[in-house]
Protein backbone atom coordinates (compact mmCIF):
# COMPACT_ATOMS: atom_id res chain seq x y z
CA UNK A 1 0.00 0.00 0.00
CA UNK A 2 0.83 3.55 -0.45
CA UNK A 3 0.45 6.56 1.94
CA UNK A 4 -2.16 9.29 0.51
CA UNK A 5 -2.68 12.03 3.37
CA UNK A 6 -5.80 13.17 3.56
CA UNK A 7 -8.55 14.77 1.77
CA UNK A 8 -9.29 17.75 3.40
CA UNK A 9 -12.15 20.07 3.51
CA UNK A 10 -12.24 23.41 1.24
CA UNK A 11 -11.48 25.91 3.83
CA UNK A 12 -8.39 24.39 4.81
CA UNK A 13 -5.60 22.74 2.70
CA UNK A 14 -2.01 21.63 2.70
CA UNK A 15 0.83 24.85 3.95
CA UNK A 16 -2.22 27.16 3.78
CA UNK A 17 -2.80 27.95 0.45
CA UNK A 18 -6.61 28.41 1.14
CA UNK A 19 -8.00 30.84 3.34
CA UNK A 20 -11.00 30.08 5.86
CA UNK A 21 -13.43 32.58 4.30
CA UNK A 22 -13.26 30.99 1.04
CA UNK A 23 -10.69 33.03 -1.43
CA UNK A 24 -7.75 31.54 -2.18
CA UNK A 25 -4.38 33.41 -2.39
CA UNK A 26 -1.07 32.51 -0.52
CA UNK A 27 -1.14 33.89 3.19
CA UNK A 28 1.72 35.98 4.46
CA UNK A 29 3.92 32.58 5.75
CA UNK A 30 3.95 31.76 2.31
CA UNK A 31 4.41 34.80 -0.24
CA UNK A 32 7.43 35.22 -2.07
CA UNK A 33 10.38 33.53 -2.73
CA UNK A 34 12.41 32.10 0.64
CA UNK A 35 15.24 34.22 0.10
CA UNK A 36 13.33 37.52 0.77
CA UNK A 37 10.92 36.14 3.44
CA UNK A 38 11.33 37.99 6.47
CA UNK A 39 11.74 36.45 9.94
CA UNK A 40 8.11 36.09 10.83
CA UNK A 41 7.13 34.54 7.38
CA UNK A 42 9.84 32.23 8.23
CA UNK A 43 8.68 31.12 10.91
CA UNK A 44 5.45 30.70 9.87
CA UNK A 45 6.21 28.76 7.04
CA UNK A 46 8.34 26.68 9.31
CA UNK A 47 5.24 26.01 12.24
CA UNK A 48 3.36 25.37 8.65
CA UNK A 49 5.65 22.76 7.43
CA UNK A 50 5.80 21.13 10.53
CA UNK A 51 2.32 20.86 11.21
CA UNK A 52 1.75 19.47 7.84
CA UNK A 53 4.67 16.91 8.64
CA UNK A 54 3.13 15.88 12.10
CA UNK A 55 -0.53 15.09 10.38
CA UNK A 56 0.92 13.12 7.85
CA UNK A 57 2.98 11.29 10.45
CA UNK A 58 -0.12 10.88 12.04
CA UNK A 59 -1.98 9.43 9.36
CA UNK A 60 0.55 7.18 8.41
CA UNK A 61 0.49 5.77 12.00
CA UNK A 62 -3.06 5.82 11.81
CA UNK A 63 -3.05 3.24 8.66
CA UNK A 64 -0.11 1.04 10.34
CA UNK A 65 -2.42 0.39 13.24
CA UNK A 66 -5.01 -0.43 11.07
CA UNK A 67 -3.10 -2.94 9.31
CA UNK A 68 -0.99 -4.28 12.12
CA UNK A 69 -4.29 -4.87 14.19
CA UNK A 70 -5.58 -7.65 11.42
CA UNK A 71 -2.34 -9.16 11.85
CA UNK A 72 -2.87 -9.29 15.82
CA UNK A 73 -6.52 -10.60 15.00
CA UNK A 74 -5.04 -13.36 12.85
CA UNK A 75 -2.18 -14.73 15.60
CA UNK A 76 -5.21 -14.61 18.18
CA UNK A 77 -7.06 -17.11 16.34
CA UNK A 78 -4.10 -19.71 16.40
CA UNK A 79 -3.81 -19.50 20.16
CA UNK A 80 -7.48 -19.49 20.59
CA UNK A 81 -7.44 -22.73 18.19
CA UNK A 82 -4.99 -24.08 20.12
CA UNK A 83 -6.51 -23.32 23.11
CA UNK A 84 -9.28 -24.77 22.19
CA UNK A 85 -7.81 -28.00 20.78
CA UNK A 86 -6.05 -27.89 24.35
CA UNK A 87 -8.97 -27.77 26.50
CA UNK A 88 -10.57 -30.75 24.17
CA UNK A 89 -7.17 -32.82 24.96
CA UNK A 90 -7.79 -32.31 28.88
CA UNK A 91 -11.61 -33.42 28.58
CA UNK A 92 -10.61 -36.61 26.51
CA UNK A 93 -8.06 -37.04 29.15
CA UNK A 94 -10.39 -37.25 31.78
CA UNK A 95 -13.75 -38.39 29.99
CA UNK A 96 -12.20 -40.98 27.50
CA UNK A 97 -8.44 -41.86 28.17
CA UNK A 98 -8.30 -42.57 31.82
CA UNK A 99 -11.80 -44.25 31.85
CA UNK A 100 -13.04 -46.00 27.95
CA UNK A 101 -9.24 -46.06 26.47
CA UNK A 102 -7.66 -47.69 29.97
CA UNK A 103 -10.12 -49.81 31.13
CA UNK A 104 -10.23 -51.14 27.22
CA UNK A 105 -6.82 -51.55 26.92
CA UNK A 106 -6.34 -53.08 30.66
CA UNK A 107 -9.18 -55.90 30.17
CA UNK A 108 -7.12 -56.52 26.71
CA UNK A 109 -4.14 -57.05 27.95
CA UNK A 110 -5.15 -58.75 30.88
CA UNK A 111 -6.03 -62.00 28.85
CA UNK A 112 -2.03 -62.20 28.32
CA UNK A 113 0.07 -64.08 31.00
CA UNK A 114 3.61 -64.98 30.95
CA UNK A 115 5.30 -67.45 33.39
CA UNK A 116 8.10 -66.17 35.26
CA UNK A 117 10.05 -66.87 37.93
CA UNK A 118 8.29 -65.11 40.57
CA UNK A 119 4.98 -66.67 39.25
CA UNK A 120 2.20 -65.61 36.26
CA UNK A 121 2.97 -61.75 35.19
CA UNK A 122 -0.45 -59.68 33.36
CA UNK A 123 0.31 -56.95 30.85
CA UNK A 124 -2.97 -55.20 32.23
CA UNK A 125 -1.32 -52.24 33.22
CA UNK A 126 -0.50 -51.88 29.50
CA UNK A 127 -3.66 -49.63 29.21
CA UNK A 128 -2.46 -47.13 31.87
CA UNK A 129 1.34 -46.41 29.41
CA UNK A 130 -1.39 -45.83 26.15
CA UNK A 131 -3.30 -43.93 28.37
CA UNK A 132 -0.83 -41.84 28.98
CA UNK A 133 0.56 -41.82 25.38
CA UNK A 134 -2.22 -40.92 23.49
CA UNK A 135 -3.14 -37.52 25.29
CA UNK A 136 0.33 -36.75 24.89
CA UNK A 137 0.55 -36.78 21.57
CA UNK A 138 -2.52 -34.43 21.44
CA UNK A 139 -0.74 -32.21 23.67
CA UNK A 140 1.85 -31.96 21.54
CA UNK A 141 -0.32 -31.08 18.34
CA UNK A 142 -2.32 -27.98 20.57
CA UNK A 143 1.42 -27.25 21.78
CA UNK A 144 2.37 -26.82 18.31
CA UNK A 145 -0.84 -24.67 17.53
CA UNK A 146 -0.51 -22.58 20.24
CA UNK A 147 3.35 -21.93 19.49
CA UNK A 148 3.24 -20.74 16.10
CA UNK A 149 0.39 -18.66 17.06
CA UNK A 150 2.44 -16.88 19.70
CA UNK A 151 5.41 -16.60 16.97
CA UNK A 152 2.71 -14.79 14.34
CA UNK A 153 2.27 -12.27 17.35
CA UNK A 154 5.78 -11.52 18.40
CA UNK A 155 6.19 -11.06 14.91
CA UNK A 156 3.91 -7.75 14.59
CA UNK A 157 6.75 -6.25 17.06
CA UNK A 158 7.87 -3.52 16.71
CA UNK A 159 4.72 -1.57 15.49
CA UNK A 160 4.58 0.74 12.75
CA UNK A 161 7.97 0.61 10.91
CA UNK A 162 7.37 3.18 7.90
CA UNK A 163 6.61 5.33 10.68
CA UNK A 164 9.48 5.23 12.31
CA UNK A 165 11.37 5.32 8.78
CA UNK A 166 9.85 8.49 8.07
CA UNK A 167 10.64 10.20 11.26
CA UNK A 168 14.25 9.25 11.02
CA UNK A 169 14.39 10.42 7.93
CA UNK A 170 12.59 13.61 8.64
CA UNK A 171 15.16 14.16 11.82
CA UNK A 172 17.72 13.54 9.35
CA UNK A 173 16.22 16.79 7.31
CA UNK A 174 15.38 18.97 10.29
CA UNK A 175 19.55 18.09 11.23
CA UNK A 176 20.41 19.08 7.59
CA UNK A 177 18.66 22.20 7.63
CA UNK A 178 20.59 23.47 10.99
CA UNK A 179 24.14 22.82 9.64
CA UNK A 180 25.58 26.08 8.68
CA UNK A 181 26.93 24.81 5.13
CA UNK A 182 23.57 23.45 4.26
CA UNK A 183 22.43 26.72 3.61
Known sequence: MT?????????VTMNGRDRSDGQTGLDPAHGGPLPQATLIELVGRLINDVSDLADRQIDLAKQE????KDDAFRAVKRIAIGAGIAAVVGLLLIIWAWTAFIWFFNWLFG???FPTPLGTQSLAWFGWL???VVPAV???????????G???AMAIWPPLPRTRDTLKEDLEWVQHLRTPNAR
Open 3 to 11: FSPPERGPA
Open 65 to 68: IGEA
Open 111 to 113: HIA
Open 130 to 132: LGL
Open 138 to 148: FGFIAYRFIRR
Open 150 to 152: ISD
